[in-house]
């Protein structure tokens, strides 16, 4: 069974910095493609970035030269690091995974990122 678990959300001031985990367990991250999700309230989730094998990493262009994702394949962790963080990047933030020739996508339960102005 894949299990996604995000964590180290938070609350912090625009120009601060979080970085998110999704720990994974029933899959293994460095053969899976991963991607982190956001959705604010009353707004569709979108994607945010992801890691593709045999792809380059997809960024928004919202979030393009201020996040950055990686893989940590020894922890089997997927990680986004947000840096210079805005209030427009105020929600919550999903962990999916996929692996090639499976048709499910695999989400995580979020983490609530917030940003005051």
């Known amino acids: 069974q894949v299990r996604l678990v995000e964590s180290g959300g938070g609350s912090v001031q625009a120009g601060g910095s979080l970085q998110l985990s999704c720990a994974a367990s029933g899959i293994n991250v460095g053969n899976s493609g991963m991607a982190w999700h956001r959705q604010a309230p009353g707004q569709l989730r979108e994607q945010v970035a992801s890691i593709s094998s045999g792809h380059p990493n997809y960024y928004a262009d919202s979030v393009k030269g201020r996040f950055t994702v990686s893989k940590d394949n020894a922890k089997n962790t997927f990680e986004l690091r947000m840096d210079n963080l805005k209030p427009e990047d105020t929600a919550t933030y999903y962990c999916?995974?996929?692996?090639?020739?499976?048709?499910?996508?695999?989400w995580g339960r979020g983490t609530q990122v917030t940003v005051s102005s």
């Open positions: 999916a995974a996929w692996q090639v020739g499976v048709p499910d996508y695999y």
